[in-house]
């Protein structure tokens, strides 16, 4: 039967189901809104929403470290109840609009409106990026192996948005103000959600992704049916996310109960604790096999967000001391700098990729121990190669671009050799009872993460250098602190190095 002939949601393209590319666009234009919002977040903070604080650079680093823990904290709880109530097509619609709602409102230069745009995202993100991801392992049957080609593709487009959203964005806030650069990121959103309505109206998606049989959708809570409560609960989280993102006013400030720490990084601090506490009394309950995988599957998780960590400094300090320390004339805008990454990982995924199966081949694969070692020493490579760039600075302090094109391509390697493998590797080490659970952890990790962000920030603010936020003061402050990152960096990749002999016999048949 001729491809034409067939239902909609059994033609092919590619060799793949026809889903799958109504799902990559959708997301390319999601990570679009996404990565360009981002790409001038760290930037409009400093120069608008805290131009007039004394410790802008703190404030920033203290809201952005929140704003990204939230978003990827969001995703638990967008997962669970689109498994439970809404279904995938539902959460995904939702999540489409509050983010599209976050980005325009964004584009409004005020204050009360920054904090609720950032809000509305948060609470969008949590419905949409969950879901679209596990939408595209549903168009496979279990055991097709086409699935993980699938999902290669799928990520090409992640990463298509993220290389071309801050180019395009960057260049539109840099050349028309801020307003515009966030507004073409909310059209991409809206674009997205076309792409993904356009797709089911063809019928290319089946039944997938419909509400789940058990009638919970449908099911009355206080007289209101949940699938309308759901949205109704997501908009009226809006104000209370507000209020944790804007809880930064009390930093620093002498006698109050917070000191330096917001209400996000103490509601993390209390999650962090509880998790350690839940796993040490699995630990305690496990068998001996288990109790050995388990403890490998805790170690990846945690250096996963030490390198997350150091990744993630790529929207704050690295963009800052791009806009300050780093010559782009000619070139290219601070905001547009936050491109690199993805233009690397389009070079460089196909290339790695096949380097593992030609190892495959000669039996010399590295296995999930040695690549987090050598993740993390990539990145280690990456910050001292900023935190060398200073001997090249020219008279007013600027060091040459090509070391933060290299850092980034270091980077890019070292997540490359981490990221693809440490998410399959939890489910083949967690046991089956909990595997919910740790799958949790892992995406929790890169909310942990952001901690980690929001930590080196603070550290790195420049309102105490003396002078012009440019030039030699603020060049010090940085490759001081790029050379504290790289010696944590390497140091931690050396570590898990020289310990993967015995991971390895922890993790058994595990590769």
């Known amino acids: 039967m001729s491809e034409m002939m067939k239902p909609a949601s059994e033609r092919q393209l590619l060799g793949h189901p026809q889903g799958l590319f109504y799902l990559f666009f959708a997301e390319l234009w999601e990570r679009f809104s996404f990565y360009g919002m981002r790409a001038l977040l760290t930037l409009y903070m400093v120069d608008v929403i805290f131009e007039a604080l004394a410790k802008k650079d703190f404030a920033t680093a203290a809201v952005y470290s929140s704003y990204g823990s939230l978003v990827y904290a969001s995703t638990v709880i967008g997962g669970r109840v689109s498994d439970s109530i809404l279904g995938m097509r539902n959460s995904i619609f939702l999540g489409g609009i509050l983010m599209s709602l976050g980005h325009f409102v964004l584009a409004i230069e005020n204050n009360v409106a920054f904090f609720l745009a950032l809000s509305l995202i948060i609470a969008g993100n949590g419905f949409f990026k969950p879901n679209i991801s596990t939408f595209v392992g549903s168009l496979y049957k279990d055991g097709d192996p086409k699935k993980d080609s699938g999902f290669t593709i799928f990520y090409m487009g992640i990463n298509i948005g993220g290389w071309v959203a801050p180019l395009l964005c960057g260049w539109l806030a840099a050349a028309y103000g801020w307003h515009y650069g966030f507004g073409l990121a909310g059209i991409g959103m809206l674009t997205g959600l076309i792409v993904f309505w356009s797709g089911i109206k063809k019928g290319v998606f089946g039944d997938k992704g419909l509400p789940p049989d058990n009638g919970n959708i449908d099911k009355k809570v206080v007289g209101i049916k949940q699938g309308i409560l759901v949205p109704v609960l997501a908009f009226v989280s809006v104000p209370v996310i507000a209020y944790l993102l804007s809880s930064y006013q009390a930093l620093g400030e002498e006698g109050t109960w917070l000191g330096e720490q917001n209400i996000v990084n103490i509601i993390f601090k209390v999650i962090g604790i509880s998790i350690l506490g839940y796993l040490t009394y699995i630990m305690v309950q496990a068998t001996a096999e288990e109790r050995k995988k388990l403890f490998v599957a805790v170690l990846i998780t945690f250096f996963m967000t030490i390198f997350w960590g150091f990744h993630e400094l790529s929207g704050s300090v690295i963009t800052l001391f791009a806009a300050r320390n780093v010559d782009l004339e000619g070139i290219m805008s601070a ?177």
Not at 335 to 347: A, D, K, R, Y
Not at 395 to 419: I, K, T, W
């Open 335 to 511: 905001s547009q700098t936050n491109s690199l990454n993805s233009m690397w990982i389009i070079i460089l995924a196909i290339p790695i990729s096949m380097l593992w199966q030609w190892l495959s081949k000669k039996n010399l694969n590295p296995r999930t121990p040695y690549k987090f070692g050598m993740g993390l020493l990539f990145a280690g490579i990456s910050f001292y190669a900023l935190a060398i760039s200073g001997a090249s600075a020219n008279a007013d302090g600027y060091v040459p671009f090509m070391y933060l094109l290299l850092m980034y391509f270091l980077l890019s390697v070292g997540e490359l050799f981490m990221s693809p493998v440490g998410l399959s590797k939890i489910t083949d080490l967690s046991p089956k009872r909990i595997v919910a659970f740790m799958m949790g952890v892992w995406f929790l990790s890169s909310a942990f993460a952001f901690q980690v962000v929001g930590f080196i920030g603070k550290q790195l603010s420049v309102e105490d250098t003396g002078g012009a936020i440019n030039g030699f003061a603020t060049l010090s402050v940085y490759t001081d602190g790029f050379l504290l990152i790289a010696k944590y960096a390497l140091g931690a990749g050396l570590l898990v190095i020289l310990a993967s002999p015995l991971i390895k016999r922890l993790m058994g048949n595990v590769h």
